[in-house]
């Protein structure tokens, strides 16, 4: 981590890695991806209680995410108050009415027709846990003093995918959740001014019968997004 005064490199040992055969590197890319592959977002989610201790394993997962100077520049707020989380879904819907009336533009709001989406939000309320991520723009030392961060966005986004990928390992469904502005989790959540909220992770176990948008499901070909030069 980042101090203010010791600032020295040392060196130490890489931790103990598995010297494995290209056989069993490709097996397990597969399996990762076959893994990976039946991950799908869902807004329909069971009631169901969640133990805290899942949520707390997968939040950790994250926090080993690489970040610009180990500046490690996020927070989670992990948030499972049937209170805190009717009044996150009161502020998200206003937001959302808002930009279903027009603040969105007519580009946004018909790229997100097959989707299905729209402005009522009941999966924030029905879910067991809202995991909110927040960006640190700026650290502050125990006396107050700022130091800047470096590539927040990359970062934060790296530790985001490392919790959704922990979370679909576990067994869990999630949805990206990202109203327009997001100011207002500032003041619910009690986070200073030096953060800035990326998005609401919707977490917990699919109902039964849960659906998904059929236009969810195509994804670019590995052709598209994988150039080897």
């Known amino acids: 981590m980042f101090s203010k005064d010791k600032l020295q490199f040392q060196a130490i040992e890489l ?29 329909d989610f069971a009631k169901t209680d969640v133990p805290q201790e899942v949520i707390e394993h997968c939040i950790a997962t994250a926090g080993r995410a690489p970040s610009g ?8 707020v992990a948030v499972k108050s049937p209170n805190l989380k009717a009044q996150i879904r009161e502020a998200a819907e206003k937001e959302e009415e808002a930009f279903y009336a027009g603040g969105g533009g ?3 709001i018909k790229a997100l027709e097959p989707l299905g989406t729209g402005v ?11 995991i909110v991520v927040f ?22 986004g790296i ?21 327009n502005p997001m100011k ?26 849960a659906t998904i948008p059929a236009a969810s499901t195509i994804k670019k070909p ?8």
């Open 69 to 76: 100077a180990n500046h490690q520049p996020w927070h989670f």
């Open 135 to 156: 960006a640190q723009r700026y650290g502050e030392f125990e006396d107050g003093t700022r130091y800047k961060n470096y590539y927040v966005p990359e970062s934060v």
């Open 222 to 229: 590995l052709d598209v997004v994988m150039t080897v030069k």
């Open 15 to 43: 931790p103990a890695q598995e010297a494995l055969s290209p056989e069993d590197m490709k097996s397990r890319a597969l399996a990762f991806f076959g893994k990976m592959k039946t991950r799908h977002s869902t807004r």
């Open 159 to 179: 530790a985001t995918g490392f919790l959704i990928a922990a979370l679909h390992h576990a067994g869990l469904s999630c949805l990206t959740h990202t109203p």
């Open 106 to 108: 007519d580009e946004w």
């Open 184 to 209: 207002f989790l500032n003041g619910l959540l009690g986070r200073p001014a030096s953060e800035k909220p990326v998005m609401i992770l919707v977490v917990g176990q699919a109902a039964e019968g």
């Open 120 to 130: 009522e939000k009941q999966h924030l309320t029905d879910a067991p846990w809202l």
